[in-house]
Structures are given as structure tokens and as C-alpha cells.
């Protein structure tokens, strides 16, 4: 995600009269807010099962791929949204997060995966909350 893409997003945010925090803050409504995201999210979700019922019909690639494509933009765009509300900086949150999961390899610098594809953790693994903590103190939150 770019800065175009976030500045598309705050755009958006300020067209639809959307909460948007210049720095991380946590609003009085957050456990509300947060309950609504989850509803939301889970209504995301649920159009998994209209894409596997898609492909139980035998649709074509092209409208499966497309049905997958639109589900996970609608999820990254409303994650990105709600972000802005809480005015965390997703972008870099993101990029510590990428560097932990980078730090899962396994000793011989192979990934390790559980039988559900999930990386499982190695022995150079940090969680990457401290770092996350440290950039959030750093943008005023």
C-alpha cells in the first residue's frame, strides 16, 4: 500500500464523514467502534462461502478470482479505514510486522509451517508488539 492508497482512504474517510485521527488515539467509543468493525468483518468473511459455493457450481476462474480479489480489497480497505480512525500509522505498523514474520525462520533460515500452512515461529522469532509499541509512543500515541 502506497501513500496514494492512504491518501485515498483519508479522502474517503472525509467524504463519508468518517472518523480520522492525525495521531494515534484511543476514543471513548473504541469498544463500540470495535464491535461494529468486527460485525462488519465477519459479513466480509461470510462472502467466503458464497465464493466456495461459486466454485462448488463450477464458475469460471475468472469469476472466482474476481469474487476472491473484490473480498480482499473490501477487507484491506476497510482495515485501512479504520485505521485512520484510531490515526495509526498502518503502513508501518505493517512493515515491523513483515520484519517479525521474516524472523520466524526456522535455524537453517527455512520456514516452518503447521499443517495449515500457518509459519510457526523459530528460534530468532520477536514479537513485534514492542516495536509497534515504540513507533505509536513515537507518532504521539
Same mark, same amino acid.
Given at each position: ?10 479522502? @474517503?474517510?472525509? @467524504?463519508?464523514?468518517? &472518523? ?21 468483518? @465477519?459479513? /466480509? ?9 461459486? @466454485?462448488?457450481?463450477?464458475?469460471? &476462474? ?52 503447521? *499443517? ?5 515461529? *523459530? &528460534?530468532?522469532?520477536?514479537? &513485534? /508488539? ?12
Amino acid at each position: 500500500m502506497n501513500a496514494d492508497f492512504a491518501a485515498r482512504i483519508a479522502a @474517503m474517510n472525509a @467524504m463519508y464523514k468518517l &472518523p480520522a485521527a492525525q495521531q494515534p488515539t484511543l476514543p471513548a467509543d473504541a469498544a463500540e467502534r470495535l464491535v461494529k468493525f468486527k460485525a462488519t468483518l @465477519m459479513d /466480509e468473511v461470510h462472502e467466503i462461502d458464497d465464493i466456495v459455493a461459486l @466454485m462448488h457450481k463450477g464458475a469460471a &476462474p475468472a469469476e472466482v478470482l474476481t469474487a476472491i480479489a473484490d473480498l480482499l480489497g473490501d477487507v484491506i480497505v476497510y482495515c485501512r479505514s479504520e485505521a485512520l480512525k484510531y490515526g495509526l500509522p498502518l503502513e508501518d505498523v505493517l512493515g515491523i510486522i513483515m520484519d517479525s514474520n521474516e524472523s520466524k525462520l526456522g535455524a537453517d533460515g527455512k520456514p516452518i509451517y503447521d *499443517g495449515n500452512g500457518k509459519f510457526l515461529k *523459530g &528460534p530468532n522469532y520477536w514479537k &513485534p /508488539e514492542p516495536k509497534i509499541r515504540a513507533l505509536l509512543e513515537n507518532k504521539g500515541g
